[in-house]
C-alpha cells in the first residue's frame, strides 16, 4: 500500500471512530494549566502596577494640578529665600546657608535641581521632599525619609532648576523652575508630557505665577517669531544663555525587561505545547489509546488490536 493510500485509510478510520465514539481527546497534563494562569497573572501584575498609580492621581487631570500645586509651592518657598540671602539658591548661598546649618554641609552640591533645592529644605523654606515630586507621595513615604535623614535622593526630584548668579540682573519674570525637561538638553520632555500632563509643560517664574504650556512635536515651546522657550534673545532671559540645573535621575526598573522576557518565553512556550498537543490528537489520535480500549471493555466490546503498517 502505497503512502498516500495508507494515510487515507487512517484518516477514514478515524472517521468511522469519531462517528462512533466521538473525538478522542486527551487530557492536558497538569503543568500546562499552571503556565497559563502564571500567564495570566504576570500581565495583570504589570498592568497593575502601571494603572495604579495613574488612579490614584486621579488620571491626567490629577496629576496636571498636582504638579503645578507642587511648582506653585517652590516658588513661594525660592521668594521667600531670596528675601532672607538676596539671591535665589546656588554656589554662592551655600555658605550664608552653612553659617546657620552646618550640620548640612554633606547635603549642599553644586551640580544637580536636587543639590540646590536641598537648600530650600534645610532652611525651612519647604517642609519635606513632597513638592518636589511630579505627582502624588504618601505621608508613609515622607515619614520614612525623614526618620532615615535621606534628602532629595536621585529620583526623588522632577523640577529643573534655572541657576540664577547674586551678580546677574534678574528679569521682571524670570524662569525659575520647570518639568518635564529632558536631562542634559534644552527640550522638553516629549513622552513624560504626553504620558502625564497632556503634552503640557509647567513653568514656574520670579513673579510668582506659574503657567502650563503646550509644547509642539519636537518637545520644543514655540514662543512667536519661529523662537522657542530656550532662545536668549527672548526678555524672560535677558540675553543671557541659561544655565540649567537637571534633577539626578535614578536608575531604571531595571527587573521590568527580564520579567517582560520572561512571559513572553512562557507565552510562547504554552502556545507551542498546546499547538502539538491538538496536532498530536489529530495526527497520532489512536483507536487503540487506554482511552478507547476501556470504553470498548465497558461497552462489552473485545478491543481491537492494532494492525501492523503494510
Known amino acids: 500500500m502505497s503512502r498516500k493510500e495508507r494515510a487515507m485509510s487512517e484518516q477514514q478510520t478515524q472517521s468511522d471512530h469519531d462517528e462512533e465514539w466521538g473525538p478522542l481527546v486527551t487530557p492536558s497534563p497538569w503543568w500546562r494549566s499552571w503556565v497559563l494562569w502564571a500567564l495570566v497573572g504576570g500581565c495583570l501584575v504589570l498592568a497593575f502596577g502601571y494603572l495604579v498609580p495613574l488612579l490614584r492621581h486621579g488620571g491626567h487631570g490629577g496629576q496636571m494640578s498636582n504638579v503645578r500645586s507642587n511648582a506653585e509651592q517652590v516658588v513661594r518657598a525660592l521668594s521667600a529665600f531670596k528675601e532672607k540671602y538676596g539671591s535665589y539658591p546656588n554656589e554662592d548661598t551655600i555658605t550664608e546657608v552653612l553659617k546657620h546649618h552646618p550640620e548640612a ?94 503634552r503640557r509643560v509647567i513653568i514656574g517664574y520670579s513673579d510668582g505665577s506659574v503657567q502650563s504650556d503646550r509644547i509642539d512635536s519636537n518637545g520644543k515651546l514655540p514662543c512667536g517669531g519661529g523662537k522657542h522657550f530656550f532662545d536668549p534673545s527672548l526678555p524672560h532671559w535677558g540675553g543671557k544663555v541659561p544655565r540649567i540645573a537637571w534633577p539626578d535621575r535614578k536608575a531604571g526598573k531595571w527587573y521590568y525587561l527580564p520579567v517582560a522576557v520572561l512571559l513572553v518565553a512562557i507565552g510562547v512556550f504554552w502556545w507551542l505545547s498546546r499547538r502539538r498537543h491538538f496536532r498530536d490528537n489529530r495526527n497520532e489520535g489512536s483507536l487503540y489509546s487506554p482511552q478507547h480500549s476501556a470504553q470498548q471493555a465497558a461497552d462489552g466490546k473485545t478491543p481491537e488490536a492494532p494492525q501492523p503498517p503494510h
Open 105 to 198: 554641609k554633606a547635603l549642599l552640591g553644586r551640580t544637580s535641581s536636587n543639590d540646590f533645592f536641598r537648600q530650600l529644605i534645610v532652611t525651612g523654606y519647604v517642609d519635606g521632599e513632597s513638592p518636589f515630586f511630579m505627582g502624588y507621595r504618601s505621608s508613609n513615604e515622607v515619614a520614612k525619609d525623614k526618620a532615615s535623614g535621606r534628602m532629595l535622593e536621585a529620583g526623588e526630584c522632577a523640577f529643573s532648576y534655572v541657576v540664577w548668579k547674586k551678580d546677574v540682573q534678574i528679569p521682571q519674570r524670570a524662569p525659575l523652575l520647570m518639568v518635564p525637561l529632558v536631562p542634559g538638553h534644552l527640550v522638553f520632555d516629549l513622552k513624560l508630557s504626553s504620558r502625564k500632563l497632556y
